[in-house]
Nanobody, 114 residues
Framework: VQLQACGGGLVQPGGSLRLSCAAS????????IGWFRQAPGKEREGVSC????????YYADSVKGRFTISRDNAKNLVYLQMNILKPEDTVVYYC????????RGQGTQVTVSS
């Protein structure tokens, strides 16, 4: 039972990436899903969260207006569309589900650099 984030990469400032969160061994349906990021030596930051139905979302002030979270329960995926990326967005991103917010699955590295 694990969540896996993918879709990261190297992008120039102002560019875009779309991250995906996939479940292995269970369905995401019924769980709220959150995206987190944590730089070395820093506290984990909650970036965005989406309710199980998809009707409710949350964004950290640092990404509001630039990132969009969505989910496709039929495909068992949650997405994080990241636009207008900044160098300070450079970090490993990972996803977690409600009830297990402290359980980190495989993350994906996002690097924003010219």
């Amino acid at each position: 039972v694990q969540l896996q984030a993918c879709g990261g990469g190297l992008v120039q400032p102002g560019g875009s990436l779309r991250l995906s969160c996939a479940a292995s061994g269970f369905t995401l349906y019924g769980y709220a899903i959150g995206w987190f990021r944590q730089a070395p030596g820093k506290e984990r930051e909650g970036v965005s969260c989406i309710s199980s139905s998809g009707d409710s979302t949350y964004y950290a002030d640092s990404v509001k207006g630039r990132f969009t979270i969505s989910r496709d329960n039929a495909k068992n995926l949650v997405y994080l569309q990241m636009n207008i990326l900044k160098p300070e967005d450079t970090v490993v991103y990972y996803c977690a589900k409600s009830g297990d917010w402290d359980v980190r699955g495989q993350g994906t590295q996002v690097t924003v650099s010219s």
